[in-house]
């Protein structure tokens, strides 16, 4: 099976090559324009959304969830996929009632330049444990770490990656997705009418495991739908696809990503729960799959996390170029800077696969609880249309935020104990809605005292 998995991965990283014309402007590399000057449509659009953020990492996690906590685990994961709803609301505030061009632009008017050290240090942390996620992923479909397998394996798919996404920058990033995303739909499609007819996929199976308001899953579910408020804003790669078409465009893509998502998602994590409902003790999922599929399902289960961690690299790379260039403007938002920016975010990926925490979701819930501090921002500054809110409210949200995600990383790894000896995904929601309670009351208070303060008539009587 691994030299078929081989061969498909050379395909598709040929056609991806071909895909992906040089880009000779900076419109081209960092806005995704055509040649011609021409933005994306509807279609891909809404693809390049649904594939990037359905990542190798994501569909891995929503297929371990269901396998230790059966659908509940799995629709914990899908519910982060509502971050589209609410991500589409955060793009046509910031960009269409307050007219600003990107994100940073927004928290600088508001916050002035403290409002982007501090949002652009959480997505540079994003954008970095992407680029570890997906190439990790790679590695363990290929090999044990540390292998000569699994080595190769990393570094091939990180080179050839990074070729491709240097030519044609976001443009090209767009370009595959449309290409990647269709050849994932025809697989998952496939992979599922074999599960189905197989048999193994029943009632009784997805129900496994009962409903429980305690049990890690349901609380799961309730911590996403904490974090889905500010997710979204944290996502560069999602926020950079809100600034690319017109408005009807961009609004519909958001809306179609966040069924597509969702539905896929769950399928995905459908093949977890198989496995859990009928793993052996002891057997790992991968195992159990194996066991129950065949080699064949189990092929185009492999294929498909190839794709998806393809398909979200090079869109990581490209809004990693784009952050350096344009919205830090660290360098000089040239093509050739931005083809250097790639290379080094790839570098850094590379360094924490060989040397990181494993642990694929603890990525994802240290980042969405340090998202948080954005929650309140999004409630009062961009909804709320409040411009009266003080800095120390903003950099208050920050720490609280930053030192619960610390706090979690700390309790899930085993490192303190200061929570108690509840489970982790029980720490994270009581960490998640003490930062978002926490935050909102920061907020408030900021806003009280700005209105407290005396007028200079007041102070001249």
């Not at 061009?101 to 928290?107: E, K, P």
């Not at 194996?290 to 690299?313: D, Q, W, Y």
């Not at 104990?417 to 009351?441: A, D, M, N, P, R």
């Amino acid at each position: 099976m691994e030299t078929s998995l081989i061969i498909a991965v050379a395909a598709v990283a040929i056609v991806s090559v071909f895909l992906s014309p040089k880009a000779n402007s900076n419109s081209t590399f960092f806005n995704g324009l055509s040649p011609a000057g021409k933005p994306p449509g509807l279609l891909m659009l809404t693809f390049s959304q649904v594939t990037t953020w359905i990542f190798a990492r994501s569909l891995l996690n929503a297929a371990i969830l269901g396998f230790y906590y059966g659908i509940w685990g799995t629709l914990a994961y899908a519910a982060y996929y509502l971050s589209f709803l609410t991500g589409a609301k955060i793009i046509d505030s910031v960009r269409f009632q307050h007219g600003f061009n990107s994100i940073q632009a927004f928290l600088t008017d508001r916050f002035g330049s403290w409002g982007t050290r501090c949002y652009n240090f959480v997505i540079g942390v994003r954008l970095i444990s992407e680029v570890f996620a997906n190439i990790l992923v790679i590695g363990i479909l290929f090999g044990v770490a540390g292998s000569t397998s699994y080595t190769t394996a990393v570094a091939l798919f990180a080179v050839v990656t990074l070729i491709y996404s240097m030519l044609g920058g976001l443009h090209a990033s767009l370009r595959t997705d449309l290409f990647q995303m269709m050849l994932f739909l025809i697989l998952l499609g496939a992979l599922t009418i074999l599960v189905v007819a197989s048999g193994q996929l029943s009632t009784a199976t997805l129900l496994f495991k009962s409903f429980t308001i305690t049990d890690p899953g349901p609380v799961l579910i309730l911590v996403a739908l904490l974090q889905i408020w500010s997710y979204p804003m944290h996502d560069p790669v999602m926020m950079d696809r809100g600034f690319l078409a017109d408005r009807e465009t961009t609004r519909k893509s958001f809306y179609h990503a966040a069924w597509i998502s969702f539905v896929c998602i769950t399928l995905f994590g459908c093949f977890g729960i198989i496995a859990g409902a009928h793993a052996v003790s002891g057997e790992a999922m991968n195992d159990a799959l194996m066991r129950l599929l065949g080699e064949g399902p189990m092929l185009l289960f492999n294929i498909t996390l190839v794709i998806s961690a393809m398909s979200t690299l090079d869109s990581t790379l490209s809004s990693a170029s784009k952050l350096v260039a344009v919205d830090m403007n660290w360098i000089a938002p040239s093509v050739a800077n931005g083809r250097i920016t790639m290379a080094v975010f790839v570098l850094l990926g590379l360094l924490l696969v060989f040397s990181g925490n494993k642990d694929l979701f603890s990525a994802v819930a240290v980042s969405g609880t340090a998202s948080m501090y954005l929650a309140p921002v999004i409630f009062f500054s961009l909804w709320g249309k409040r411009t009266d809110i003080p800095l120390w409210s903003y950099l208050s949200c920050f720490v609280v935020a930053l030192t619960g995600a610390a706090l979690y990383f700390t309790e899930s790894s085993g490192y303190t104990q200061l929570l108690g000896e509840s489970h982790k995904y029980t720490k994270l929601l009581f960490i998640s809605l003490s930062v978002l309670v926490g935050g909102c009351l920061l907020f408030w208070a900021g806003m009280l005292s700005q209105k407290q303060q005396p007028t200079l008539t007041e102070t001249t009587v």
